[in-house]
């Protein structure tokens, strides 16, 4: 029956919608005589388009009906598909993802039977579960239907996402040990003398040992066999030969039903030159004597799984001891290694770039690195013992011997090949590897995955990126080769090419090779003590280099470290032996430029990075910073050398602060991130203030003893406002102040306020003098009236101006004034003075609250820099740091005089005080507090990345990186950052709107 046209039309249109890409062809479909009961039914298309290929599912389902016996088993089938949701997504969803099931089911149109129950032993059956549906097999062509009808409801399961990858893995491997029993039980039926004659165990290996097997994937086994009591040996293993050879036959041969998988016994001593069957004596024997290293790795995973189970379980308690004493073989992680290095070379070039399991960055990457740090580290360590590498790994990562950032990132790698993997070959039930080409196959990969914005792109974009990680984790295994190939220690052992050493580098993410073997054969190469300690530090060096944003600019800022201190006694010795030294001091040489160029100036502050266990970069107390520059002032000849002495001393201190925030944001293999990014940005805000509030404390004494000795003809004291006055300086913020002064007794005012200003200038020009540290401007344009007012004032004179002509910006500026250093006394009367102004006892009134809202609507508008993505700007956009402070200070003018946790000069501490006081929802204020720091520490990172202060982020991709890195990103997720960074500053800007613009 042909559809009107516009009943095709919409139905074209609601086709489209629900992802078919033929919707022709599937009107055509639809329009099926036996899809009839059901084609209006408004369950079907959306079921349909839930599917990985709509198009795929809705073919196979029509000749699904088109194969039922009759009408009524037909009315059956769509009955329970519209009436039962678990029968419609399992059967939909296995329609939709394998051509291979929906022909199975065409030929055997009563086996969608076997995806109807939804029992509890149905979400998780074992071997005894697939053993009973596949007891009545009598065949080798029985046994393929029974093996595609157990092996329907596992892939039910795992399109629905009933079970994980790693389930589905292990259900395909208990599926396969059943047949396996099931076939050698067929073989001993049809020849039952020589079952008689013998005991014969299967030892499965590989995937299928591993319990984590593919859906079309070579099973790999090793037969033991032995007589039984009174039988010759050597009819007995005939005997168990024929029985072996016959059960892999009767999986592998093809039939009109096709082929289950080829049984592989190549595993084997010596291959397939070697007996099918040997005794347990003769394989003991075997791999005491001529084993090869790959050998003991591929028995990492062996098990017993059919025949004589008491005998495997012997051959595995056998073998296990020499498999843990593997790792003490001569150049054992070289043959390891070398094995690795032979698989990719024996991939056609055609097939590299589409290679899942064996390319660069592949499944074998990961299953090759877990191999091998199980096999050195099981020696001793039993829990690294299982077969399953996701086990594996979490084991290391518990062990402490794989980072658990690293790990994390490798499951997750792993997680995500694997189920692209096992979609490939669902679709055709072939064994293969290799990603499509075609768009069509790449969509239905791409949707199986849950990817449906955009599913080819979004495949290859997440398949190169965890690809990168599998290989940049891989490759940290394979760093000592690289000094082997610059240090030219052992000219007659075999190395590394200099093409294949750079290939290596730029696999792990080093833009200039060639620069960094030269760096690398400067640092290690050599017989002295220094290039010995350097060839043990820099394989985890690099290691830690590689996972950061630069890995180049950490390895060339590590070489002239150790240029500036090579010769220094304690240097190496502090990065070999204190613990978390030389991985702190990595972290901190490839973050960024501001910590390597401060630790350039004063490389003797490396032993920072050491000083009991990180206790090194805590930063000093206001006091200690103080007393050590003043002591520093004190023993200077002048004033522009006790500034620069000073300096010094706050360049150490900067870089204190710096690699105390970088750790604490990376985090190391021992101390993990920090989890508390607010507690971070607290650290960096209070100690950068301590700093600068010492500095100047220093340079102020320098000033005035030069000019007056001892005494300053006027008491004289600085106030910090805004950042400065509320403990929240960043890395690169200038230092707002406030000058006052009193005139001593009997002191010409004239002459007071001539000695203040000339301390002002004084200080301002010895602090601006050219230096190549960062620099500290004195900003005083937070004064009465201004840049147009004088730079300092009596506190009188302070205290005239605001009583008369107070503006409410200059109360707005004073809710975060502190006494910073000078005259005490002056200090604490003019904060007094003060207090009324910035906490007025009546609150604000209608007007001064909407000269609030136009002021800083119109700082937003002059100062957002044109061109900039308000949305991305840390300062001024939307949710950031100026939304949050005005939303706090107007609540502190408002309610400060009565609500006494208000009258602080710290953001979070009044936001916090806010919450308590019930000015604002707990909620409300974590929205606004996550916005604060986060833009806060974008503020930090964008400082610690390029040098130079901003308020957005970088444009470059190598900085932006970094600045992801220190954010807690990894590879390949800066965009998911900047999504994060929208995200959080929306809510917040939502909490604004109520808070600051709502009456």
């Not at 293993?237 to 592989?264: K, N, Y």
């Not at 010769?567 to 030294?581: F, I, M, V």
């Not at 990180?614 to 006790?642: F, K, N, S």
């Not at 740091?881 to 005089?897: I, N, P, Y």
């Amino acid at each position: 029956m042909t559809s009107a046209p516009g009943r095709r039309s919409s139905t074209f249109t609601r086709l489209l919608r629900h992802g078919f890409t033929d919707p022709s062809a599937a009107e055509r479909l639809l329009d099926a005589p036996e899809l009839a009961p059901v084609r209006n039914d408004p369950v079907l298309l959306p079921a349909l388009g839930a599917t990985a290929d709509p198009d795929l599912a809705l073919l196979h389902l029509v000749r699904l009906l088109e194969a039922q016996p009759g009408p009524t088993d037909r009315q059956e089938l769509l009955d329970t598909l519209i009436a039962a949701k678990p029968l419609r997504d399992r059967l939909l969803g296995v329609l939709g993802a394998s051509a291979a099931l929906g022909d199975h089911l065409a030929r055997h149109s009563g086996d969608w039977r076997a995806l109807v129950t939804y029992e509890p032993s149905d979400l998780h059956p074992g071997i005894e579960e697939f053993e009973r549906g596949l007891a009545e097999a009598t065949d080798p062509v029985s046994l393929r239907i029974a093996y595609r009808r157990c092996l329907l409801s596992i892939a039910a399961r795992d399109v629905c996402g009933t079970i994980d990858v790693a389930d589905t893995a292990a259900e395909l491997a208990d599926l396969a040990t059943a047949t396996l029993r099931r076939a050698l039980a067929l073989a001993e039926a049809d020849a039952p003398e020589d079952a008689a004659l013998c005991r014969l165990a299967v030892i499965a290996m590989g995937k299928c040992g591993g319990h984590e097997l593919n859906y079309v994937s070579d099973v790999d086994v090793v037969f033991v066999g032995e007589p039984v009591e009174g039988a010759d040996e050597r009819k007995a293993l005939q005997a168990a030969t024929r029985l072996a050879s016959h059960m892999m036959r009767i999986c592998s041969e093809t039939t009109v039903e096709g082929t289950i998988w080829p049984v592989d016994a190549n595993l084997r001593p010596e291959g397939r030159n070697g007996p099918l069957v040997r005794t347990l004596a003769s394989h003991v024997t075997y791999y005491q004597r001529w084993a090869k290293t790959w050998e003991f790795q591929a028995l990492l995973k062996a098990r017993p799984v059919a025949g004589d189970l008491g005998l495997g379980q012997e051959y595995t308690d056998a073998l296990q001891p020499l498999v843990w004493q593997a790792a003490e073989r001569e150049n054992f992680v070289a043959d390891v290694q070398k094995m690795r290095r032979r698989v990719v070379e024996n991939i056609p070039a055609a097939e590299i770039d589409r290679q899942l399991k064996l390319g660069p960055g592949g499944l074998r990457d990961v299953e090759f690195a877990v191999q091998l740090l199980q096999l050195v580290h099981g020696r001793t360590d039993a829990s690294l013992r299982s077969g399953k590498t996701l086990d594996a790994l979490k084991a290391l990562a518990a062990g402490g011997y794989v980072g658990r950032a690293d790990a994390a990132q490798l499951d997750e790698a792993y997680r995500f090949l694997r189920s692209m993997e096992h979609r490939i070959q669902l679709y055709r039930l072939r064994r293969t590897h290799l990603v499509p080409e075609d768009e069509a196959d790449l969509r239905r990969l791409g949707r199986s995955l849950g990817l449906r914005t955009d599913p080819v792109a979004e495949l290859r974009r997440e398949w190169r990126r965890h690809a990168s990680v599998v290989r940049r984790l891989h490759e940290k295994l394979f760093y000592r080769p690289l000094l082997d190939a610059v240090a030219a220690l052992a000219p007659g052992e075999a190395r590394l090419s200099p093409e294949a050493a750079r290939e290596r580098l730029v696999a792990l993410g080093y833009a200039d090779p060639a620069a960094a073997l030269r760096h690398l054969e400067a640092l290690a190469s050599g017989v002295t003590r220094k290039a010995a300690i350097q060839r043990t530090l820099l394989p985890v060096l690099l290691g830690w280099f590689a996972d950061s944003a630069d890995p180049d600019a950490g390895l060339l800022n590590f070489r002239k470290v150790s240029d500036a201190l090579g010769k220094t006694p304690w240097y190496l010795r502090l990065l070999r032996d204190e613990g978390a030294a030389a991985e702190n001091l990595a972290r901190v040489l490839s973050a960024g430029r501001l910590a390597p160029d401060l630790l350039m100036r004063a490389p003797e502050a490396v032993a920072l990075l050491g000083n009991g266990n990180g206790g090194g970069l805590r930063p000093r107390t206001r006091t200690h910073l103080e007393q050590e520059i003043l002591a520093a002032v004190g023993r200077a000849v002048d004033a522009v050398q006790a500034v620069n002495a000073a300096r010094g001393v706050r360049r150490r201190e900067l870089f204190r602060t710096a690699a105390a925030d970088i750790v604490g944001s990376y985090g190391t293999e021992s101390q993990p991130a920090e989890a508390d990014a607010g507690a971070l940005v607290d650290l960096v805000g209070g100690a950068v203030s301590d700093l600068t509030a010492a500095t100047l404390a220093g340079t102020l004494r320098a000033v005035v003893r030069e000019g007056w000795g001892d005494t300053l003809p006027t008491r004289f004291t600085i106030i910090g406002v805004g950042r400065f006055g509320g403990h929240e300086l960043g890395y690169g913020s200038d230092a707002d102040v406030l000058f006052v002064h009193e005139p001593r007794e009997g002191v010409d005012e004239g002459e007071a306020a001539r000695a203040a200003n000339r301390v002002v200038e004084e200080m301002r020009r010895l602090l601006q003098l050219p230096s190549s540290d960062p620099p500290l401007l004195i900003d005083a344009d937070l004064r009465p009236e201004g840049k147009s007012g004088p730079l300092v004032r009596t506190l009188k004179s302070y205290e005239a101006y605001y009583r008369r002509w107070a503006l409410v910006w200059e109360r707005h500026a004073l809710l975060r004034a502190e006494y910073v250093t000078g005259d005490e006394d002056l200090g604490r009367r003019f904060i007094e003075m003060i207090d009324p102004l910035r906490y007025p006892a009546g609150g604000l009134g209608d007007e001064e609250v909407r000269e609030i809202r136009r002021l800083k609507a119109r700082m937003e508008a002059e100062r957002l820099p044109r061109g900039a993505d308000p949305k991305l700007h840390a300062k001024l956009g939307p949710g950031g740091l100026s939304d949050v402070e005005w939303t706090v200070q107007l609540m502190q003018l408002r309610h400060g005089a009565r609500v006494e946790g208000l009258r602080t000069t710290r953001t979070r501490a009044a936001l916090a005080a806010a919450a308590e006081a019930g000015l604002v929802s707990e909620e409300d204020a974590g929205t606004l507090d996550e916005a604060w720091v986060l833009a806060t520490r974008v503020r930090n990172a964008v400082m610690l990345v390029r040098g130079r202060a901003g308020d957005t982020f970088p444009t470059d991709p190598r900085e932006l990186a970094a600045v992801g890195r220190y954010l807690g990103y990894g590879p390949g997720h800066a965009g998911d950052m900047l999504d994060a960074y929208r995200r959080t500053a929306r809510r917040a800007r939502t909490v604004v709107e109520e808070l600051f613009y709502t009456d």
